[in-house]
């Protein structure tokens, strides 16, 4: 990665705001006022809080990964990349699961929503949930193949349908920037800065090792949100990858 600035790393930081209400995301906010990092909005908080929380984002200049997964058929699909487009979002993202023609759909979907001067949101696909064990993939899902098998698989499908990146482990961005090329964006959860609390994740990376693998954007959640003091936890973090 090239030499980047604080301001620039600040925007390749996408904070999981995993909350159950409004009122929670608005205090760690508050805390990181004046970082202009990226927030992602899941479905906890989309359900709860609803597009008005968003469209407030937006209005107060936050970058917004819009993270609900949309997974029906490509009308359905269609329909709701219309409406998270108007809504402004800045990502948001689809299974690749859905297949092809579900994924193509999201695309009609956001030209639709786009009103004239504004900018496209990008639109990425999930791979494998980095919570699907082998087995689970295996027996479960019915796949076959190794899990990197099926990241691989769907990236290419993503690709192929035209949206520009996918949600993936930061161990499989080496192997999809080969697969998808270098300008595939990638979004990598997984992430914990040396000696955090590793949680329910398992196979993660440090940030700077995640944008050594050359990510272009990591999700940090609990590291910075259950933070003693969130802002010292991502300004550390942007030490750690300057
Ligand atoms: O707290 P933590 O850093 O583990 O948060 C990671 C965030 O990334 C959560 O919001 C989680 O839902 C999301 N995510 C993930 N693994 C995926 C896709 C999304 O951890 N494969």
């Known amino acids: 990665m090239s030499v980047l600035t604080r301001t620039e790393i600040a925007g390749r930081i996408m904070v999981a705001l995993d909350y159950a209400n409004a009122e929670h995301a608005e205090g760690l906010l508050k805390q990181l006022e004046g970082i202009p990092c990226f927030v992602k909005v899941g479905m906890q908080l989309f359900y709860a809080a609803g597009p008005s929380f968003v469209a407030s984002l937006k209005e107060r200049g936050y970058k917004v990964f819009l993270d609900v997964k949309m997974h029906d058929i490509p009308n359905t699909v269609?329909?709701?990349a219309e409406s998270?487009?108007?809504?402004?979002?800045d990502v948001f993202n689809v299974?690749?699961?859905g297949g092809k023609h579900m994924m193509e759909?999201?695309?009609?979907g956001v030209d639709k929503g786009l009103a004239p001067g504004r900018t496209r949101p990008i639109v990425i696909g999930v791979t494998q949930l980095?919570?699907?064990?082998?087995?689970v993939l295996n027996e479960e899902i019915g796949l076959a193949g190794t899990t990197e098998q099926a990241v691989i698989r769907y990236a290419r499908l993503a690709h192929a349908a035209g949206l520009q990146g996918v949600v993936a482990s930061p161990l499989e961005v080496t192997a999809i920037k080969s697969a998808c090329g270098d300008a595939f964006v990638t979004v990598t959860p997984g992430i914990r800065p040396a000696g955090a609390d590793v949680g329910d994740q398992s196979r993660i990376?440090?940030?700077a090792e995640a944008f050594a693998q050359g990510t272009d954007y990591v999700v940090i959640g609990r590291p910075i949100t259950g933070a003693a003091d969130?802002?010292?936890?991502?300004?550390?973090i942007i030490d750690s990858i300057a």
């Open 78 to 80: 269609k329909g709701g």
């Open 84 to 89: 998270v487009t108007r809504l402004g979002v």
């Open 95 to 97: 299974h690749a699961a």
């Open 105 to 108: 759909a999201a695309l009609e």
């Open 130 to 135: 980095t919570s699907t064990s082998q087995a």
């Open 205 to 207: 990376m440090t940030p």
């Open 230 to 236: 969130p802002r010292a936890a991502i300004e550390a």
